[in-house]
């Protein structure tokens, strides 16, 4: 069908372009005026965060300093109470030991004080906190001793940083004059603060990436930095300096720095100056930070404002550009609805429309229904892949149409189902005749791209109206009949009949009686003995699960078990039996086992293990007493998971049984791989051991692979005393069967127990 011409441009979409305009020029304008409203934020946001720890910091540096200013003042009152007045009584008072005491005590406790020094007027070091005695050091060459020399203004001075001679480390050094009573300079008295431990303090703040964080003197000179500067003896006559002009000048609140006045980078930084003396802290981090920060935070803005731009631009052409198709569409709707697009033929929907009209028509001619299933097509999808698949799904359409009449009506309904109506059938014998053509069909071998593909295919049909009129009837039962087809083995034909539907119907009575009989506690176990081969002793029971219905009688449990399996009730089923079984077992005398059958659903709900120990300790059966039997389709279905199971069990000394040995496909691996203690003869090859050389011959092989592994071997349906004799006589040993002992209530087989430990006793 052709494409309907472009329309021109409406009146209505010019509307809604203008409209779309404005909205975007809106979006655009406020998200400008918010990122820069952002960035101002950001940027005071980070300056009052610098100012709060600007002020910290002054504040604690300041405090040091005045707390080193306080020790420095009590040592000259002290010196000056103790009579120090000229150089001779300076040098008596400081020179002696008490007097380095001294020194140490009032140094003590101040972790930012490092060190104490007493220096005469010809800057000789009397005494210091460093040694003692002390050695001869002279600061006389010092700055701040020259600046004492000298000194017009306060009596204090705080000289740059220093290599200490002393301490051999940078050391920033408060200095207090000492003079006479007539002011003559006696010398000076020294609080030396180790450098690292202020460079530590700053160190301790992070107010972001590429932050540097100083203290320094009016001048810029650098007292102690975050990054730390590096002061060696060179750096004492130049040491490292900050602009302090342009850090000053900067508003109480902080700024930008440019490049160069606090390294490489822009900075945004606060100054605080320390109350005290010619110092400040300055913290500072690097303007790219900042913006870093003002991006994390604008770019969603702007990410919002232009999804928001696009959604509308987007929402507003494909609203246009549906109004045009609509038109275009409309007719192409109706039949793409109703057409299967990967093979070409109708879909669901048209199938069902089909027979809603055939449905509608009062004078109906007769027709079969058919529903064809491919066979294990989802191998196919699964090891040649999904492309593979649908071109074998297109393939079988094509030899559908090709090999079916042109009144037929072939649909595919999804996945690998196809739906057929051929009009006219009016009895099975046609309408299987039919079903033969599509079989041969699907079945001829298919060419897809270099694979040579043959598939299978399994039918269910209806007739109508032999099967009814009624177009849900026909459905179910077309759908009936293909479900008994591929439960029947897959690859073949069914047609729906009375007997079909009251089978089916009988499955889901039993199903809905099952659950009752498991609320009503309508099951029971009996127990059928099981004897050594050598002497006949009593050797254990096999527990049977046994169900009685009100109306149905004993249900046989061949009939109910796949049900329940089905249904999952075998779990619940499963636990209980080894509950009940192994509590039972804990009446008859040791060492009497009992054997308990386990489905291989119970494996595959994964809490078979937790079962057994559940019953095991409720019940106080030694685990050795315990024998589980297993099949080999057990096995077969979850091989690593039944393997760890099984391995844990045995583990807790619990036997493991493999029943129906000989009937599989690979039951010598499994004596292997899964340890099993004891093998057990089907009764198919106990019944012609006594006439059958091909039964005698395969005992024999199984008796002699059991004793050459050392396994227990048991015979089940023994039933003739000379079966019992030749399996017996061939090593097999142990015997079950009628001929021995019928299955017994739970009282009987405790009775049979005692009995039996009676005359082990006796004997």
Not at 173 to 191: E, I, P, Q
Request: one cysteine or more; aromatic letters at 6%.
């Amino acid at each position: 069908m052709r494409d309907a011409p472009h329309s021109a441009v409406s009146p209505l979409e010019i509307i809604i372009l203008i409209i779309d305009a404005f909205l975007i020029l809106f979006i655009a304008v406020a998200t400008l005026s918010a990122a820069a409203q952002l960035s101002v934020r950001t940027i005071e946001k980070q300056l009052r965060i610098q100012a709060n720890i600007a002020d910290v910091m002054s504040d604690e540096i300041n405090y040091a300093f005045q707390a080193m200013d306080l020790v420095l003042v009590g040592v000259a009152d002290h010196l000056k109470s103790s009579g120090v007045d000229d150089q001779l009584s300076l040098i008596a008072k400081t020179t002696t030991r008490p007097a380095n005491e001294m020194l140490r005590a009032r140094k003590s406790g101040l972790a930012f004080l490092d060190a104490l020094a007493v220096v005469d007027e010809t800057g000789r070091v009397l005494a210091s906190t460093r040694t003692w005695p002390m050695p001869n050091f002279n600061f006389g060459d010092r700055p701040y001793f020259k600046a004492m020399q000298n000194l017009t203004g306060p009596p204090t001075y705080l000289s740059p940083p220093l290599f200490g001679r002393i301490a051999g480390r940078p050391n920033l050094v408060l200095t207090r004059r000492l003079t006479s009573a007539d002011g003559d300079f006696l010398g000076v008295v020294n609080a030396a603060s180790d450098q690292g431990y202020f460079a530590s303090r700053l160190a301790r703040v992070d107010v972001g990436k590429g932050s540097l964080i100083a203290f320094i003197l009016d001048d810029g000179t650098v007292m102690a930095q975050s990054p730390a500067l590096v002061l060696d003896m060179d750096a004492e006559a130049n040491p490292p300096r900050h602009d302090a002009n342009a850090l000053f000048a900067l508003p109480a609140a902080g700024g930008l720095v440019p490049a160069g006045i606090l390294g490489d980078d822009e900075r945004y930084a606060s100054v605080r100056r320390l109350a005290s003396y010619p110092a400040s802290v300055v913290v500072s981090v690097a303007a790219r930070t900042v913006n870093d920060e003002i991006r994390r935070t604008v770019i969603p803005l702007v990410v919002t404002a232009f999804v928001i731009s696009a959604v509308i631009l987007i929402v507003t052409a494909l609203w246009i550009r549906q109004l045009r198709r609509d038109r275009r569409q409309a007719a192409l709707q109706y039949r793409q609805a109703r057409t299967d697009v990967m093979t070409g033929l109708a879909n669901r929907l048209c199938f069902v429309e089909w027979l809603e009209r055939l449905d509608r028509d009062d004078g109906v001619s007769p027709y079969a229904l058919y529903f064809a299933d491919l066979d294990y097509f989802k191998t196919i999808n699964d090891t040649l892949g999904h492309d593979i698949g649908d071109k074998l799904l297109a393939a079988v359409a094509g030899r559908l149409v090709e090999h079916l009449g042109p009144t037929d009506r072939i649909a595919r309904l999804g996945g690998d189902e196809f739906a057929i109506i051929c009009m006219g059938v009016m009895d099975e014998i046609n309408a299987l005749r039919i079903a033969d053509i599509i079989v041969s069909a699907i079945g001829e071998p298919f060419e897809i791209e270099g694979h040579h593909l043959t598939i299978s295919s399994s039918i269910g049909i209806s007739l109508c109206p032999r099967d009814g009129r009624d177009l849900g009837a026909l459905l179910k039962n077309a759908d009936l009949a293909l479900f008994k087809a591929k439960a029947d083995g897959r690859g073949l034909i069914r047609v729906f009949s009375a007997e079909l539907a009251s089978a089916m119907e009988t499955r889901r009575e039993l199903q809905a009686d099952l659950d009752e009989a498991w609320e009503l506690g309508q099951f029971y176990l009996v127990y059928q003995p099981i004897y050594e081969a050598a002497g006949r002793r009593l050797a254990g029971f096999e527990a049977l699960l046994r169900w009685r219905h009100p109306t149905r009688g004993a249900v046989p449990p061949d009939e109910f078990i796949p049900v329940a399996e089905e249904t999952g009730l075998i779990n619940r089923l499963g636990a209980w039996v080894l509950e009940k079984a192994c509590a039972e077992a804990m009446t008859w005398p040791a060492p009497l086992f009992v054997s308990i059958n386990l489905s291989p659903v119970q494996f595959r709900a994964g809490a078979i293990e937790a079962q057994v120990r559940r019953a095991l300790r409720l019940s106080g059966l030694p685990s050795e007493r315990l024998e589980l039997e297993i099949t080999e389709s057990t096995l077969l279905q979850m091989e690593s998971g039944v393997e760890a199971v099984l391995s844990n069990l045995r583990d807790a000394r619990v036997n493991i049984a493999l029943d129906d040995f000989g009937t599989g496909y690979s039951s010598l691996r499994y004596l292997i791989d899964f340890q099993i203690d004891r093998i057990k003869v089907d009764r198919y090859f106990v019944e012609g051991v006594a006439d059958k050389s091909s039964s005698q011959a395969i005992i024999q092989a199984i008796l002699a692979l059991a004793s050459t592994l050392g396994l227990q071997c048991t015979a089940e349906g023994i039933e003739t005393e000379e079966q019992a004799e030749i399996l017996g006589n061939g090593g097999c040993t142990h015997l079950q069967g009628y001929l021995l002992g019928r299955p017994l209530m739970p009282d009987q087989a405790k009775a049979l127990a005692l009995a039996g430990e009676r005359r082990v006793e006796a004997g």
